[in-house]
């Protein structure tokens, strides 16, 4: 009987100072999905998709926070396959006519588009940091074990198949993967809080057999918590007087450098997104940090073979001349560190400088290779497109200067919008592991490549005042 007393009066003590520290909610965004490891002739494109769940959080700690729940998300592919079939150029006087590529003399081009999704169900477990404050941050990692809830491959229809083609053709059914987290939060009262989120998932297994693709994301949620027992905040806990939100979007121009200064790389635009915190020291200087996903890149167009590198056509390949034209794309989440420096007044000028670093999440090349084989009677010239992945040669990470303007306007009572200019200058060579790509006549072992990019951005201040 002392047992079972001992217990209640234990589980009736420490249940309301647990419960402190225990929140629920839910959570609404969107992704952004990436392909990783692919490799094939199609186009496969990401396309955004939906993310909702729910959410709890337990801290053991006040610097550690473990997160886990339920959510529902989406991952959209737009794939196009586009292929001309060969055609064919007697020699003689047609072989001073430039062949038109928009039709063929056999047959016409084939097209193939097809939009692919697979839902989850997925279960994270997210352990994480976190600092103190009504005002906090989170930042952390951890992994997710999913459920494909595709109709197609878990309705009844799918009982006409053996399981010898569902195992050759179907996506795993099941899989896991690792995430890395972030947030900020606001404590609104002691049971209310709102937070924004974003997370970058990878997947363990393909799920775009064919092209042999495995499936991540880039994540970007808004949600609300609820704790059924007072949240502890501390007498003293409360939000610096002098904090700043600044959630922002733009156009981005990618720039790649080369050490040989190759004019056959060609800028190439993408895109930024993401959210920035000011800690304003006083009237005219300011500290910038936060997160910010980026696209970026470089074109590639010239006469060869190797799809995110510069390696001209050896002279026995000049015969069948292979033109080639590429995209290739770098996502990065940014991390800036920032100095800002303002003038006063309704129409302010802010200037920034500082260094930037960024965690590479996805590296793939994509474009159409036009082949043009040479017989002694005439020539072929064939079509296709290609999609590679390239993260083995792509250094994962990168780092540089940063320097910025914005022109910022105090459009609201709290608050105000703006519109700037960054531009980024990386300091890191993007290339490694290039002994592998040989070519007796250009040698690509000592190619250095950095990162410029200038970007176009408009967003909202929004201070957090006490």
Sequence with gaps: MKQYFLFFFLFSFLTPALAQNFMFGIENGVNYSNIHQS????????????????????????WMVLQSGINHTTSYFDQKNYHYYPDYYMMGYSSYWTPDLSSSMFAPPSYNFKNQNFSFLRIPLILKLKTGGR????????????????????????????????????????????????????????????????????????????EMGKIGSSEFTFGVGYSPFEYFIQQNDSIPPKVVLSPHAGVLISMAHTSDNNENYINKPGFSGGVSVKWILDKTVSINSGVWFERKGYGL?????????????????????????????????TFPFLFEFSTRGKLRSDFSTGLYFSWLQNAYAQGE????????????????????????????????LMFGYQLEYSAFKKGSMFLGVNQTIGLVNLFENLDD???????????????????????????LAK
Excluded: C
């Excluded at 998709?49 to 959080?57: A, D």
């Excluded at 050896?314 to 590429?326: F, M, P, Q, V």
């Excluded at 007796?440 to 201070?463: C, D, E, H, Q």
């Design 369 to 400: 290779r036009i082949y043009t084989n040479q017989y002694e009677s005439g020539y072929t010239v064939t079509e296709s497109y290609f999609d590679i992945d390239i993260d083995k040669w792509i250094k994962n990470w990168d780092a540089g």
């Design 135 to 210: 005002l906090s941050a989170e930042f952390g990692g951890g992994v997710y074990y999913a459920i494909v809830t595709n109709d197609e491959y878990r309705g009844k229809d799918t009982e006409i198949y053996t399981e010898e083609y569902m195992n050759n053709n179907f996506p795993p059914l099941n899989d896991w993967g690792s995430i890395l987290a972030g947030s900020l939060n606001f404590q609104i009262n002691n049971h209310w809080s709102v937070f924004a989120a974003g997370q970058v998932t990878n997947a363990k297994s393909y799920f775009l057999k064919p």
């Design 437 to 463: 790509i040989q070519n007796p006549s250009y040698s690509v072992r000592n190619l250095k490549m950095f990162n410029r990019a200038t970007t176009i951005v408009a967003g909202v201040n929004i201070p």
């Design 39 to 62: 490799q094939g002739t199609d186009h496969l494109d990401g396309l955004p998709g939906p993310v909702n769940g729910i959410f709890v959080k337990f801290e053991p700690l006040k």
């Design 301 to 333: 167009e010239y006469d060869g073979n190797q799809e995110f590198i510069y390696v001209p056509q050896t002279d026995n390949e000049l015969r069948n001349t292979t033109n080639l034209s590429s995209e290739v794309n770098l996502d990065y989440l």
